[in-house]
């Protein structure tokens, strides 16, 4: 970014007073814009490796030790294939705690039933989608305003 500046300070596209500007903002877009495309393709590989969609219910609670706040994470127990697993979901849970008996879908991979992954809450995925979006598309308003 700081070479894209450059140049167009050298050939007089952009003022002297907008370049430290241009190269804060530019910076930030192309943040913004690599951190949406790396959740994106982190989510799409993981969906590839764990493609085997299982439902586990809560078996149990485990309280954090290391806290005096009544922080839990949840043990799942799920079958794959007529066996039976556990798995702590990596989540912890300080308010809706879930209850035993409580269920939920995640996905495991088709080699190693042991290998979980836990797909954040779809609402949650397209907020942060959309915050990275707006927050790119703020950038480049600002950019283009830069060169009117």
């Known amino acids: 970014m700081l070479t894209l500046t450059t140049v167009l300070y050298h050939y007089h596209w952009i003022k002297s007073d907008n370049a430290i500007t241009f190269a804060i903002v530019g910076s930030f877009v192309c943040l913004m814009l690599v ?17 085997v969609k299982v439902f586990g219910s809560v078996i149990d609670l485990k309280k954090n030790p290391n806290t005096r706040k009544e922080i839990y994470n949840a043990i799942y127990g799920y079958e794959v294939d007529g066996k039976s697993y556990n798995v702590m979901c990596p989540f912890v849970f300080e308010k809706n705690i879930p209850s035993i008996g409580d269920s939920l879908n995640f ?29 790119a598309i703020v950038g480049i308003v600002i950019l283009v305003i830069m060169f009117l």
């Open 35 to 51: 951190s949406l495309l790396l959740s994106i393709v982190r989510r799409a590989k993981a969906m590839r490796i764990h493609s």
């Open 107 to 135: 996905y495991v991979s088709p080699d190693d039933p042991m290998d979980v992954w836990f797909d954040q809450n779809k609402i949650i995925l397209i907020k942060d989608y959309i915050l990275h979006v707006v927050f």
